[in-house]
């Protein structure tokens, strides 16, 4: 995409998302009328360790939604996993039956959770079966991918949501009111990171270019959420640099990854995520102080800090659980999600950006 086009479009899928925010969105609700009519049924798509070790159990939490389907390419899951959560036979499915999952009243929603490259593949035959989506974040593989699933779920009258589960919680949310409100004057400069080490990268699917790995589409996602959310702006320029201390290990993906934004009025915005190493750490400097998050991305622990020392902190709670009660509180009132389809395709448009540059040697790319 050219530079102008790009910007063009950034534009317009703001515009589209405070219209949208405003309309009713003729969504389709299934939802039955039982003893519990009050709770959507989903289904998750995949079962690795983030459905089954935060999904799950946060679904056993929620007062909108309630597990009742499952699919996965693994037998031996679906009998694990089914008898665990009492699932009946007939909501568990694999991938290559799934689109019977049309006819069957008792699911209303999906949740995504696979490699990035099977994102759109299963968003768009979740909407032609006439289920409400939730994708895990990044949205896709690229910007186009992004475009092709939102148009599939508009066509279908489905919602599509993406899973930012950290604009669900309060610290999240603390940071974006500051955005807005500027109680320390205005945003100058925003520093974020975020990592891991990664062990045995060669058994995992995110170390996997063709599945969609590398640490910018896994890690970098939160540190470019962090610092659109710290500044309520969007980037005009990106620049990025790729780091790999081992090939032969990390194959065609990034082990880390530097990126740098601009901002209107001449903020800017340094990030950085990894495979390496653990970091997590969200600063962002105003004109009267300093403040942050310390952690800013964990499922809980995290901690806000202010100018003077002063700190903030909320109660502990279950962020995904927030996050699914809240996508299908929307879905169930017929209103867009706050982490539509298209939230996530800004996100993607300026990832590809982020890869241009790192294939130009880090040249300055505008937005």
Known sequence: MS?????????????????????????ISRANSSKDDKKLGIALIGLGSYAVGQLMPALEKTEHVKLVGLVTGTPDKAKRYGAKYNIPEK?????????????????????IVLPNSMHKEFTLRAAKAGKHVICEKPMAMNAG????????CKKAGVSLSIGYRLHYEPYTQRIMQMAKEQPYGKVL??????????????????AKSP??????????????????LSTGLEPVSVSGQMFNSDPTVFEGVDESTSFQLEFPG????????????????????????????RP????????GFLPRGETFDFPVMNQQAAQMDGMCLSIMEKKPSITTG??????????????????????????
């Open 3 to 27: 530079n102008l086009n790009r910007r063009t479009f950034i534009s317009q899928v703001s515009a589209a998302a405070v219209v949208t925010g405003l309309s009713s969105f003729p969504f």
């Open 91 to 111: 909501n568990i499915y694999n991938y290559q039956n799934f689109d019977t999952i049309a006819s069957n009243p008792d699911i209303d929603v999906v949740y």
């Open 145 to 152: 991918e992004c475009r092709d699933m939102i148009d599939g």
């Open 296 to 303: 800013f991305m964990n499922y809980n622990g995290l901690h």
């Open 189 to 206: 400069y925003v520093h974020a990171a975020d990592g891991f080490r990664m062990m045995r990268p060669t058994d995992q699917w995110r």
């Open 266 to 293: 001449n903020a800017v915005a340094n990030c950085f995520a990894s495979f390496g190493g653990n970091v997590n750490f969200l600063n962002i400097n105003a004109e009267k102080g300093e403040y942050g998050l």
């Open 211 to 228: 599945l969609g790995g590398g640490a910018l589409m896994d890690m970098g996602v939160y540190a470019l959420q962090a610092a659109r």
């Open 342 to 367: 298209e939230e996530g395709l800004r996100d993607m448009i300026i990832i590809d950006a982020i890869r241009e540059s790192v294939s130009k040697g880090g040249k300055k790319i505008m937005l």
